[in-house]
């Protein structure tokens, strides 16, 4: 088992499907000793939380896995959750913002607040929010490593039409993550280490109808959970999958802006790729 996950306590954001449904069942596999599940599906989230503690008890390392209804675009749902996971469990060892959300129109179609306001909250500002209540703790805490992932995407490096909200979300994502890893390692706080995962389309069905640019699969959601994971461990700055999204970016820096446009648009077929969106219903 790994020593960073094995005996921890982690935190799981938008953990009852989906990727963060593969996290929670990759720290049971990894022998964590508390697994905590935020979601705002109770159903589904009790019931994931019922069935990772039985299996983590078959394999002969029981975890105490707990289920939490939080609304995370909600800063001070996540103020009280946070106070109630650490009366019930303690302080997080490893933090992995994966709850997100996606809207696709033109910007001037979006609703002020069901798309844009919310998106920003759930995907820039809740992050914000739940990492700063779990640091201070982590930082006093030398006993262990700790961890914080965040669920970037690709989106979030270059611009792309019918993306404009989710886009700039992940943008502030990015912005943020990667300046919390310098001021971290800046203060001398190399016992916490902060990844950003900046994966393209993910078939998890939340960019359902989304076709993928040039030399871009869409990628099964375990291959993209792996890949973050493995990141996360290792204390890697920055993971990107697949590969085209690290060639775009150098591109995107070296191409004049109109010559990346029609590159982008004719030949890798990035403006294009949200034409057919249609999301998870």
């Keep these: 088992m790994n020593a960073v996950v094995s005996g921890s306590t982690v935190l799981i954001t938008g953990a009852a499907r989906g990727m963060g449904e593969l996290y929670a069942r990759r720290a ?14 109770e159903a589904r989230v009790d019931d994931l ?8 008890a078959r394999r002969g390392t029981p975890a105490n896995v707990r289920a939490y209804v939080v609304d995370i675009a909600d800063r001070e749902s996540v103020a ?28 001037w179609e979006h609703d002020a607040e ?27 805490d030398r006993s262990r490593p700790k961890r914080i992932l965040n669920i970037a995407s690709a989106a979030g490096t ?14 502030a994502m990015i912005g943020w993550s990667e300046s ?12 916490v280490r902060v990844t950003t995962f900046c994966p393209s389309y993910i078939s998890t069905g939340m960019f359902a109808g989304a076709r993928g640019p040039l030399f871009t699969p869409i990628m099964t959601p375990r291959k993209a959970v792996s890949a973050a994971w493995t990141g996360m461990l290792k204390g890697t700055p920055m993971v ?27 030949v890798f077929h990035v403006y294009s790729s949200m034409d057919e969106f249609t999301g998870r219903k």
């Design 49 to 56: 939380a019922r069935e990772l503690g039985s299996a983590s």
């Design 158 to 171: 270059l611009a792309n039409p019918r993306m404009s909200v989710y886009a700039s979300s992940k943008w």
């Design 28 to 41: 049971v596999r990894e022998g964590a000793k508390t697994i905590v599940l935020w979601d705002v599906d």
């Design 80 to 107: 009280a959750a946070m106070t109630q996971v650490r009366e019930d469990l303690g302080d997080p060892d490893i933090l992995v913002n994966n709850a997100g959300i996606v809207r696709s129109s033109l910007f």
């Design 240 to 266: 990107m999958r697949p590969w085209t999204v690290k060639l775009a970016m150098a591109l995107r820096g070296v191409l004049p802006t109109r010559l990346w446009d029609v590159a982008a648009d004719r």
């Design 180 to 191: 919390l890893r310098l001021e971290l390692e800046r203060s001398a706080h190399d016992h």
């Design 114 to 140: 069901r798309d844009i306001e919310l998106t920003m909250r759930v995907n820039a500002l809740a992050p914000m929010w739940i990492a700063r209540e779990v640091l201070p703790a982590m930082i006093a």
